[in-house]
């Protein structure tokens, strides 16, 4: 008789060195780490608004060291432009790479019917760009540079909308997730701020704008994270004041604005939405992601294969072929009248022959 096989032992979860499912989000989070996030926010608005100084004040960082400001002159005549802006920006271990695209120009010129075309123009490129990569051989490396949020400043010396404002984000809240910013607010009063924001709500609600909102807090998250999504709802739109200059008040150096009357600290909840702004953009960044990927991406994805699909091609043909068949259609037409035609002018011509014929034969 053979002996009888050891059976194999079954390894104890519970034991040092097992990998249970418990451990996936380890193994995303540690991955996620090792490559890295990308974000690419656009920011649009009137120059003068302080865009550049509020987002080196939530970066931290300088991204347009060697900018030149332009005199009244040049901007009359100047046309948008689209600058660009990538910094890797590294916190605890965790990599960002953030792309910022300014679009300086816009809203300068006398005539402004034109000038969101460019902008426009650069968010569907880059979606055809992604679309292109992404059907394209070689998908281990694609690099994502589709705009996932437009922080539009408004000017705070108006008493809403411009003109200009609503028709710039008519044309493009179903491309990108817009986010609706107040500058310097440091130039209104409390009540002129909660008057403004509630006009500027009921205009963006009155022309049927589309505006990014914060998705609601899950049942099972905890009271402080449902509290601060509240708050930061009721918020919206963010009047914010930006700075990078170090001012001491209370005895502590601070980010804010020295007045002589006071001090405007960036950072203070009590003075302006600017922390509210920040902790909106990076708790929801995912989300924010998730939401271009999700919905603009794919409109303009299942837009752009309409048109490259067969069907659309077919329709083209059949419109070209239905053309052509009517124009020969009334060339025959417009022959047979001329043939009509010619043939009354024979008939009258013969008919006033007779008639001659018939006068002679009495005179």
Request: proline fraction near 4%; hydrophobic fraction near 35%; charge should be negative.
């Amino acid at each position: 008789m053979s002996k009888q096989q050891p059976a194999e032992k079954f390894t104890n979860p519970e034991t040092p060195g097992y990998v249970g499912f418990a451990n996936l989000p380890n193994q995303v989070h540690r991955k996620s780490v090792k490559k890295g996030f990308e974000f690419t926010l656009m920011v649009v608005g009137e120059s003068g608004l302080g865009k550049s100084t509020l987002i080196n004040s939530l970066f931290l960082t300088d991204l347009y060291p060697e900018r030149i400001i332009p005199g009244a002159a040049e901007k009359i005549e100047r046309t948008v432009q689209i600058e660009a802006s990538t910094v890797e920006i590294e916190e605890r271990g965790v990599k960002l790479r953030l792309t910022v695209v300014d679009t300086p120009g816009y809203g300068d010129a006398i005539n402004c019917r034109d000038c969101f075309r460019t902008i426009i123009s650069y968010i569907d490129e880059q979606f055809e760009r992604y679309l292109h990569d992404e059907s394209g051989l070689n998908r281990r490396h694609i690099v994502d540079n589709r705009v996932h949020c437009c922080f539009y400043f408004i000017s705070p010396f108006g008493h809403g909308l411009k003109p200009l404002d609503v028709e710039f984000m008519k044309a493009i809240h179903n491309k990108v997730n817009i986010v609706p910013v107040i500058a310097k607010a440091d130039t209104l009063t409390l009540k002129e701020r909660e008057r403004l924001k509630k006009r500027i709500l009921d205009e963006i609600e009155e022309h049927s704008i589309k505006i990014y909102h914060l998705p609601d807090a899950e049942s099972d998250e905890d009271e402080d994270f449902k509290e601060q999504t509240r708050l930061l709802k009721t918020s919206i739109p963010f009047c914010v004041v930006g700075s990078n200059q170090l001012i001491e008040a209370k005895g502590k150096k601070v980010r804010g604005r020295l007045y002589p009357w006071g001090v405007v600290e960036v950072e203070n909840p009590e003075h302006n939405d600017f922390l509210k702004l920040r902790t909106m953009l990076i708790t929801h960044m995912q989300d924010l992601q998730e939401v271009t990927q999700d919905l603009h991406y794919e409109n303009f994805r299942s837009e752009r294969l309409k048109k490259g699909g067969r069907k659309v091609e077919d329709e083209e043909v059949n419109k070209d072929q239905i053309l052509l068949e009517k124009e020969a259609e009334l060339r025959r037409m417009q022959e047979m009248i001329a043939r009509m035609q010619a043939q009354m002018q024979m008939q009258r011509h013969g008919g006033e022959g007779d008639s001659d014929g018939i006068h002679g034969h009495k005179v």
